[in-house]
């Protein structure tokens, strides 16, 4: 397909979209199952690019409009790219209540990102989230990657500043 | 002998997965052959977590291990599967028995201890054989009749009867007609649905069976939360399992009824919990309630008749059938019958799901069962009902749970989340922490909803960082009676009830912060003083830690904060290691 974003110079090449086939192909003409298929490009390619939602839209026949305003509604979908450690920070009652904002204090001063913002490094992004519904354990935050979901439980300033020093330090290690 | 190891989210937070493994590994060394392995769900005491139970060889209890992390593996197989003596000191304290012994489980009575992935052991204590009894013994209005004797009422926070639903949508004749379930818990501080989804999902896909029948539909539809990876994998295994056994599909059991299940996973929205909101996000909508009526029992998903019922509610079903009505209404009040889970969270020492008898007085729930506060602080009040409900005074901890005495104190039971708070949890900011909840979850359609809840969080907002005005109160008040007036759905209607209620019992608190310029909790740091105390050693450590160097002071003398420079972050009180720093 040729690019669809009206501010691109026409004559590039559209990103590939070719893994969405077997998605299309199960869900395109099953009625209401526009946020499944939002879901699944989001596990392909870990977030919705706008080339995308075009693309999406010129399959199922749905406006793109339509698509953007399914996208934004829910707090499942992100519009830009997230780095490799998803850090899922609970903001539900309990965890509040037990001191989350301590944990995103001692987030920000770990990797300085507030909650929605990306590392440099492209590493880590903080995402808050309503509730994990670990609530004994309160305060929560998982961990997301491509390997693993972890969860932290009972956390502190220190405990979650050496979790994520020690993330930092197995992928300097790799590298 | 089998060891049965609890792995619900809780548990595997808290590392079972690793303790599993651990003594597969220990097992598999000593070359013990009559050991097996297993899993189950959360038994609901999530402060014991990880929780390790050991069955006989006639499958009876011998001893619950608690905080069974991996290094004491080796212990218990060493001296209690291979030598044959419990290691006492890991077992269960008696002080925590308690916990488990004061409950009365209907909705959990599976949880923590069969293998939630296994149909067979559901079986084995019963399962299926309500669907049995109603679908091939009972009319589906006698299903009705039954639930209406037992008077289940919504667990889902409205409270609304189980049968009346049910009998509405029996009664709307068309082709196609839904049995949904809500399992999006959206609600912040509840996990009760989780813990029954991951636990025990059969309970829940028979109830749903059972209401299907019940009402005529012909499909049933699971809306659960993407947030809750274990629940939907654990989920699908239960019903190609249930698929295997004949128990979903073409002419279950012979009936001649035919039902089965899918499920869909919600993207993340509290406003879904509105059934029509939930419709539209079933159809690949934005979640955006509308107008009843229609009524989802006459025009639901894909305008046919549509029933939705809250996963705790669905679990009651198989035992009220079984069972019957009458001993399932006999237990609770008069117009709250039966049991009811409460996630148990925040200031309490023993945190975790509890099952209990409606009518129980919330300080025997709290006192009873959760141990009292943490660390002994002060008991303040208890939020329950999440951003719909309210904050419960101390004052008013004989209060029954049920939904009419919840109701009048002005919170509600809600899903069932009951965030327990001492003195220093401010009721200020909790309110703030609520309307910042709802002013970002709701959906837009009405003004007084879309905006109200915007300004109101300002005015909250102002209060907690010192600047609040005299006439806030009486305007935030006058701001909640227009958003409860002019919203259409429970999420508008209900958003100003965490300030109502905070005003109502704890106004002096709101009046410190306004007039005083104090937060009474000492918990909003725009309103402290940090100030040295005698007990500084001169460590200089705090001097060097400020941000905006407030701090000054020569080595081993006490130091002094410049009060005019502290911004009050509380890093050097964060720091400090003498307890030198207080705040007022």
């Known amino acids: 397909m040729t690019c669809m974003n009206n501010n691109c110079n026409s004559s590039c090449k559209g990103p590939d979209f070719s893994e969405l086939a077997p998605i299309l192909e199960k869900y395109r003409k099953v009625p209401g199952s526009l946020i499944t298929i939002l879901q699944r490009t989001q596990e392909i390619y870990g977030y919705l690019t706008m080339d995308a939602i075009h693309y999406l839209s010129e399959q199922t026949g749905i406006k793109p409009a339509k698509i953007y305003g399914v996208a934004t ?82 956390l502190t300033k220190d405990l979650a500043k050496k979790v994520l020093l020690e993330i930092k330090s197995r992928e300097q290690e790799v590298n | 002998m089998k060891v049965l190891v609890g792995q619900g989210s809780c548990g595997i937070a808290t590392g079972a997965g690793k303790t599993a493994n651990e003594f597969e590994k220990q097992v598999k060394n000593m070359g013990l052959k009559n050991v097996t392995i297993d899993k189950t769900g959360c038994i609901g005491s999530c ?7 050991i069955y006989d060889d006639e499958g009876k209890l011998e001893v619950r291990y608690v905080k069974v992390q991996p290094e004491k593996v080796a212990d218990i197989v060493n001296k209690h599967l291979v030598g044959g003596n419990p290691v006492w000191e890991y077992s269960i304290p008696s002080m925590d028995q308690d916990f488990l012994s004061r409950q009365k489980k209907i909705v959990l009575r599976n949880c923590g201890i069969i293998n939630p992935e296994r149909i067979e052991e559901y079986i084995a ?51 196609n007609k839904y049995m949904c379930c809500n399992a999006d818990e959206g609600d912040p501080g509840a996990f009760m649905d989780r813990s029954v989804l991951e636990g025990d999902p059969h309970s829940m896909i028979e109830g749903m069976i059972i209401g299907g029948y019940a009402m005529g539909a012909t499909e049933g539809v699971i809306y659960v939360r993407a947030e809750y990876p274990l629940a939907i994998a654990r989920l699908e295994k239960a019903m190609q399992q249930a698929r295997q056994k004949g128990f979903l599909g073409e002419n279950i059991m012979s009936s001649g009824y035919s039902f089965d299940i899918r499920i869909k996973a919600g993207a993340g929205a509290f406003v879904c919990g509105e059934e029509t909101a939930l419709i539209a996000s079933l159809e690949g909508e934005r979640g955006m309630p509308r107008l009843k009526p229609p009524f989802p029992a006459q ?156 300004r109101m969080l300002e005015i909250l907002e102002r209060i907690t960082k010192g600047e609040g005005k005299d006439g806030d109160i009486e305007l935030l008040e006058e701001l909640a009676l227009k958003i409860k007036e002019g ?11 965490p ?6 019992y704890f106004r002096n608190e709101y009046e410190d912060h306004i007039y005083k310029k104090k937060c009474t909790a000492k918990s909003c740091k725009a309103l402290l003083t940090f100030t040295i105390t005698d007990a500084c ?40 290691k003498f307890d030198a720093i207080t705040r007022d």
């Open chain 2, 47 to 53: 402060f014991l977590e990880p929780i390790v139970d």
């Open chain 2, 487 to 497: 919203s259409m759905c429970g999420l508008g209607q209900t958003a100003p009830n």
């Open chain 2, 299 to 454: 025009k639901g998903f894909w305008q046919q008749p549509t029933n939705i019922n809250n996963v705790e509610t669905f679990a009651n079903v198989p035992w009220i059938i079984v069972n019957g009505g009458v001993a399932f209404g006999a237990m609770g009040t008069e117009k709250s019958k039966g049991t009811k889970v409460f996630a148990l969270a925040g200031k309490i020492k023993k945190g975790g799901l509890v099952e209990v008898p409606m009518g129980l007085p919330l300080k025997e729930v709290i006192f009873g069962i959760g141990g009292g506060i943490k660390n002994d602080k002060a008991f303040k009040a208890v939020q329950m009902g999440g951003p719909s409900g309210g904050c419960i005074p101390a004052e008013l901890a004989d209060t029954p749970v049920d939904y009419e005495s919840i109701t009048k104190t002005g919170a509600i039971v809600g899903s069932g989340g009951m965030i327990v708070m001492d003195e220093t949890t401010c009721m200020v900011d909790m309110a703030r922490y609520f309307l910042d909840f709802t002013r970002k979850e709701s959906c837009g359609k009405c003004n007084y909803c879309r905006i109200g809840t915007k």
């Open chain 1, 73 to 154: 509604f829910y707090t499942q979908f992100r519009l830009a790219p997230i780095g490799k450690y998803l850090i899922m920070l609970c903001k539900g009652t309990a965890c509040h209540v037990n001191g989350a904002d301590m944990i995103e204090e001692a987030i920000y001063e770990e990797l300085a990102i507030h909650n929605g913002e990306t590392t440099e490094d492209g590493l880590f992004t903080l995402n808050n989230m309503a509730c994990l519904g670990c609530c004994s354990l309160a305060p929560v935050m998982m961990i997301k990657s491509a390997e693993s979901d972890e969860t932290y439980g009972n």
């Open chain 2, 125 to 175: 204590t019963g399962g299926y054989e309500a669907t049995k009894k109603a679908l091939t013994t009972m009319t589906p209005e006698e299903v009705i009749e039954e639930i209406k004797i037992s008077g289940l009422r919504g667990r889902g926070g409205a409270g609304f009867p189980t049968w009346f639903k049910w009998n509405a949508a029996r009664l709307n004749k068309a082709e």
């Open chain 2, 499 to 504: 300030v109502l209620t905070t005003i109502r």
């Open chain 2, 537 to 576: 050693k001169g460590c200089t450590l705090c001097a060097r830690k400020c941000p905006v160097e407030a701090i000054t002071g020569k080595v081993k003398e006490k130091h002094l904060i410049d009060q005019d420079k502290c911004i009050k972050c509380g890093k050097c009180e964060e720091v400090c």
